[in-house]
């Protein structure tokens, strides 16, 4: 089953269908994961949004490994996590679409890894490719049956270098100066430890991004929440539209 990680600007689908609501609980939190089954067109998948429903949980305090555990629980093989981010390089301009093919981990701190306690095997994944190649794929060919209003189109990058750093505050001018000498094209604060532990427990992830500004010191001045706002939400149906031809497209 495919699991959809709704990230800033995206906190509910249940306008695509049926909902079951689930509370799961796991090993890693106290309180339970709640996520949502959505029946659609015959075929179903989870959705669970990752700051919550109101946006109340910062990057740093998501329970990264309770989110996984949870929709691995719930049967879920495939994860597509969608996030907001900022552009670094060229073709990242804010409502540009990116389909990352690899990372660097910038944060700091975060329970990341399902390998450690007591009586607990260590392992070492392989994760030279932390995304998945072949729903990568499958997302990009969504998003290019998404993107035929000529007046609309989006630019769509379909390998990028995501930086993943710790937040909530954006970075400065010299961080972003940096993560471009790194070889970073889009930066974020929540794609780490996710795919990695969806990679620890086997479950394969892709990444759909949609830029909502510059990231800082790419233009004079500071960044402004208000434009940032307004992207995402202009972003959001594309988005939803990319989503529902994945999900047709799986049910099939
Ligand atoms: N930096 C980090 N995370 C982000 C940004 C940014 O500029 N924009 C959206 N998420």
């Known amino acids: 089953m495919l699991g959809i990680i709704g990230g800033s600007g995206l906190y509910s689908l249940?306008?695509?269908?049926?909902?079951?609501?689930?509370r799961v609980k796991t090993a890693h939190d106290e309180r339970t994961v709640p996520a949502e089954?959505?029946?659609?067109?015959?075929?179903?998948?989870?959705?669970?949004?990752?700051?919550?429903?109101?946006?109340?949980?910062?990057?740093?305090?998501?329970?990264?490994?309770?989110?996984?555990?949870?929709?691995?629980?719930?049967?879920v093989s495939q994860i597509v996590a969608v996030n907001a981010v900022g552009g670094i390089t060229e073709n990242t301009r804010p409502g540009a679409i990116i389909v990352p093919d690899q990372l660097i981990d910038y944060t700091w701190?975060?329970?990341?890894?399902?390998?450690?306690g007591e009586g607990v095997e260590v392992s070492h994944i392989d994760f030279t490719h932390?995304?998945?190649?072949?729903?990568?794929?499958?997302?990009?060919?969504?998003?290019e049956s998404a993107n035929t209003k000529a007046s609309q189109r989006r630019v769509v990058l379909a390998q990028a270098v995501y930086g993943v750093t710790q937040g909530p505050r954006l970075e400065t001018a010299a961080e972003i100066k940096r993560m471009q000498q790194d070889g970073c094209d889009i930066v974020g604060m929540t794609a780490m430890p996710e795919a990695?532990?969806?990679?620890?427990?086997?479950?394969?992830?892709?990444?759909?991004?949609?830029?909502?500004?510059?990231?800082?010191?790419?233009?004079?001045?500071?960044?402004?929440?208000e434009e940032i706002q307004a992207v995402m939400r202009d972003g959001q149906s594309f988005l939803h539209g990319v989503l529902l031809r994945l999900i047709k497209e799986g049910a099939r």
Do not use: C
């Not at 701190?109 to 450690?116: I, K, L, M, P, V």
């Not at 990695?196 to 001045?221: I, K």
């Open 14 to 22: 249940e306008s695509v269908g049926q909902v079951k609501r689930k």
């Open 37 to 75: 089954i959505i029946v659609h067109e015959g075929g179903q998948f989870v959705f669970l949004p990752r700051h919550g429903k109101n946006h109340q949980i910062a990057p740093h305090e998501i329970n990264y490994r309770a989110n996984i555990v949870a929709l691995h629980k719930l049967g």
């Open 109 to 116: 701190g975060r329970a990341s890894t399902y390998a450690e």
């Open 130 to 143: 932390p995304f998945d190649e072949a729903l990568s794929q499958r997302l990009l060919n969504a998003v």
């Open 196 to 225: 990695a532990l969806a990679r620890e427990l086997g479950v394969d992830y892709a990444m759909l991004a949609l830029s909502v500004n510059w990231a800082a010191g790419v233009l004079p001045g500071v960044i402004s929440m």
